[in-house]
Nanobody, 124 residues
Framework: QVQLVESGGGLVQAGGSLRLSCAAS????????MGWFRQAPGKEREFVAT????????YYADSVKGRFTISRDYAKNTVYLQMNSLKPEDTGVYYC?????????????????WGQGTQVTVSS
């Protein structure tokens, strides 16, 4: 089993920045890919960004490209999501996910483990 714990969410004004962290523990050596998803109120959960633990194969949703950066600290088993130029439409619960697959995916069912989520609220 793999446990994922997100942190770093909060309330920020439009144009501001936040950095989310996802600490992984347990049998993390089995996981290859880490991802971030988000769910806005009344909407389905959507893909945000993904990376391999190696740092290769990084992909972003078009809606966050150029504003968000996913990175990882392999030694700390932690993945980060740096979010800049935040917009009200970025509001939602942000989830960290881990996958046993080799190829990074953009769909929920591509991931095997999920964190509990952290709330991000962007005010206008």
């Amino acid at each position: 089993q793999v446990q994922l714990v997100e942190s770093g969410g909060g309330l920020v004004q439009a144009g501001g920045s936040l950095r989310l962290s996802c600490a992984a523990s347990g049998r993390t050596f089995n996981t290859v890919v880490m991802g971030w998803f988000r769910q806005a109120p009344g909407k389905e959960r959507e893909f945000v960004a993904t990376t391999r633990w190696s740092g290769s194969s990084i992909y972003y949703a078009d809606s966050v490209k150029g504003r968000f950066t996913i990175s990882r600290d392999y030694a700390k088993n932690t993945v980060y999501l740096q979010m800049n130029s935040l917009k009200p439409e970025d509001t939602g619960v942000y989830y960290c996910a881990a996958s046993l697959a080799v190829v990074p995916g953009r769909r929920e069912y591509d991931y095997d483990y999920w964190g509990q989520g952290t709330q991000v609220t962007v005010s206008s």
